[in-house]
């Protein structure tokens, strides 16, 4: 292990979003160490806070930290929606499609962020402030838009203080200014902030002299760094946040000693063609790769299939079912092993021979396409080379798609998108009317379609989904349909049951639209209105007439003038409810609160922030909601922390969430 010079403490508190220091390699060169807080915030996914409002929005993350050291919940920070698996639970839930293409950890949100100046990348810090842990991949795009992953890891449970997190990054031989973030909150307590997100690079690549680190910076720095790894933060490179970045100070003082320096244009012109490459195919992993999951089958599954078929086998024979040469097993058995594999493992049996290619191709094994796990390499290409093979495609996740063109989407719809059921659109930038027109004349049998963040369509865009009849789950979340084209498309989608608008422009008016829910829909199981802040007792009344509902979240919108019996109307006559969000819904009374205690089937509530609750009441809902699992208390000035403790330890088997104002 190298050894530090003498401690040089680093000030993490810069003034400026940018600071340079040049350092000589030679006498003729030298390499620009520059370290950058974020300039811009290109997309997201979702945010904590609203579209018009600076709290807990994506916008935060810009600029240097304002609050770290610090620890707690800060509306200065950037938050996301979900944590924990409760999400995952709720009736509105988003199952996969092929769930086979995910890895084991799926990413559940990102951001997209923007530094001032293109750089190799040598860390990233991401300054997390309250329940760290959840950030799980970290790419960075080059200069022809392709996406490269600089690190991965699993979601990680780390003591509840604030972190600088830089884990080690690969080696990246292009200049970047554009990072993603992606996260999995499902080990998380509670939501998770981020103050900001610092990206040191340098001017020209470097790598280091001894063969040893595989020339690697990451593994020179991990030398250097006597903190790792450590025990409680295994993955980070900076678990000290005090003394951090002391191994790159270090570097910086000994950068003869240790590394040699590649000029740009020398690195560009070897990497440009291998990044030219970017179709599904060309990303496929090794053959073997792609056949252990075959293998695992065999092994595991094969002897299971064919006792399905009335086929007796005796032990000894079992056990050479699973030393069986692929290329002897019968058709029939070779496409039961093929529906069980990932989109990339199909690539791989394609280019075996010509027989595997065929089999591969069999339009049955594309009824369903989940491409979200590989928005990084979705295309134009990516689309021409499927869309032979989805004759018979009836599910289609394209979500965080968006290298490609409109053009090509029709062109894809318009060979095999004629039977779809479900169509995923979810954060992909490129959606505008057109694409709308096209679907709702293509996609005629749609029952989910899914456009939340497509900041393109407007409402002449949306009026074309008049056009579908049976939509069952529609997400429109941070959208801007008016409320005139939301109630045509409800009145001619009778078969309604999950509708997300949370987040939308201020201008909906959410009475309007339960009332059309009321009247047009009668199965509807969900309702998200997050931040609509335009419902009254008027549309809270209408939803109460959609008896079949089991999920309602009405987060930060009603009316501060009270809303009569409602609430009480409500929550006596949906009697299937599950989860019910009322987060700061203003003037919510005592008598509302106690309705609760009717869903016998609630299985979460979160009450932050409401004023009129009562441990009295509280105590009513533990006892007469016995499938209760998670409730939020947070910000309830009535509900004392003696009380938390004590329900914490009466009732273990629910999440009692409780966070104060100003917790650190």
């Not at 409760?86 to 084991?104: C, E, L, V």
């Not at 208390?633 to 409780?658: E, G, M, P, R, V």
Request: a neutral charge; one cysteine or more.
């Amino acid at each position: 292990m190298i050894s530090l010079p003498q401690p040089v403490y680093l000030s993490l508190r810069e003034n400026d979003s940018q600071h340079v220091e040049r350092i000589p390699i030679d006498e003729e060169n030298y390499v620009n160490f520059v370290q950058q807080f974020v300039k811009n915030v290109r997309s997201f996914s979702s945010q904590y806070g609203g579209n018009s409002s600076i709290s807990y929005a994506a916008t935060n993350i810009i600029g240097p930290f304002s609050q770290f050291p610090n620890y707690g919940d800060f509306a200065q920070t950037f938050a996301m929606r979900t944590y924990g698996p409760w999400w995952d639970k709720a009736p509105s839930r988003s199952i996969d499609y092929m769930p086979q293409n995910n890895t084991d950890v799926v990413s559940q949100d990102y951001i997209d962020i923007e530094y001032h100046e293109a750089v190799y990348p040598v860390r990233v810090s991401i300054y997390e402030v309250y329940n760290p842990g959840s950030v799980i991949r970290i790419w960075a795009q080059d200069s022809s838009d392709q996406w490269f992953l600089l690190w991965n890891g699993p979601p990680q449970i780390v003591p509840p203080t604030s972190r600088i997190f830089s884990p080690p990054l690969r080696s990246c031989d292009f200049k970047t200014k554009i990072l993603r973030l992606e996260f999995n909150h499902n080990l998380l307590d509670y939501y998770t902030e981020i103050d900001a997100v610092m990206l040191i690079g340098t001017s020209e690549l470097i790598f280091p002299k001894d063969s040893s680190y595989n020339q690697s910076l990451t593994n020179l720095l991990k030398s250097i760094n006597c903190k790792y790894p450590c025990r409680d933060d295994i993955h980070n490179l900076t678990p000290d946040y005090q003394n951090a970045h002391m191994d790159i100070i270090h570097l910086k003082q000994t950068l003869t000693e240790h590394c040699i320096m590649y000029k740009s244009d020398v690195v560009e012109n070897v990497s440009k063609l291998a990044l030219q490459l970017g179709t599904l195919h060309y990303y496929i992993p090794p053959l073997t790769k792609g056949s252990n999951s075959m293998q695992r089958f065999l092994s595991e599954e094969l002897s299971k299939f064919l006792n399905m078929k009335n086929v007796k086998h005796s032990s000894d024979e079992s056990k050479k079912l699973s030393r069986y040469n692929l290329s002897t097993l019968p058709d029939e058995i070779i496409m039961r092993i093929l529906r069980n594999l990932d989109l990339k493992s199909l690539c791989c049996v394609s280019r075996v021979n010509k027989h595997f290619n065929n089999l591969a191709q069999d339009h049955l094994l594309y009824t369903s396409l989940n491409l979200k796990p590989y928005w990084y390499i979705i295309n134009t290409k990516a689309l021409n080379y499927l869309a032979p093979r989805c004759k018979y495609l009836r599910r289609l996740d394209l979500s965080w798609c968006n290298n490609f063109f409109v053009f090509d989407l029709d062109k894809f719809l318009d060979t095999c998108g004629n039977l779809l059921t479900h169509l995923r659109l979810n954060c992909c930038s490129q959606i505008d009317n057109k694409a709308i027109y096209q679907i709702s004349k293509i996609c005629k049998n749609l029952k989910e379609l899914g456009l939340r963040n497509c900041d393109l369509i407007r409402d002449s865009g949306f009026s074309y989904l008049e056009n579908l009849e049976f939509l069952e789950h529609l997400d429109l979340y941070r959208t801007h349909i008016t409320t005139q084209t939301l109630c045509k498309i409800l009145r001619r989608n009778v078969r309604m049951r999950h509708l997300q608008i949370g987040g939308t422009d201020r201008s909906l008016n959410v009475d309007e639209v339960a009332m059309e829910l009321r009247d047009f829909c009668p199965d509807l199981e969900s309702i998200d209105l997050w931040k609509t802040h335009t419902l009254t007792s008027q549309g809270i009344e209408a939803l109460a007439d959609c008896r079949n509902l089991r999920e309602v979240d009405f987060g930060w919108c009603g009316s501060t003038t009270g809303h009569g019996d409602s609430f009480l109307k409500l929550f006596s006559s949906c009697q299937h409810l599950e989860k019910v969000f009322l987060i700061s819904v203003r003037g919510l009374t005592e008598r509302d609160l106690r309705a609760l205690t009717s869903c016998k089937n609630l299985k979460q509530l979160d009450l932050l922030g409401t004023l009129s609750l009562t441990p009295e009441i509280c105590h009513a809902i533990f006892v007469n909601c016995p499938k209760l699992e998670m409730i939020d208390l947070s910000f309830c000035d009535n509900i004392s922390d003696c009380s938390i403790q004590w329900w914490q330890q009466k009732y273990t088997h629910i999440a009692i969430k409780s966070v104060k104002y100003g917790e650190r």
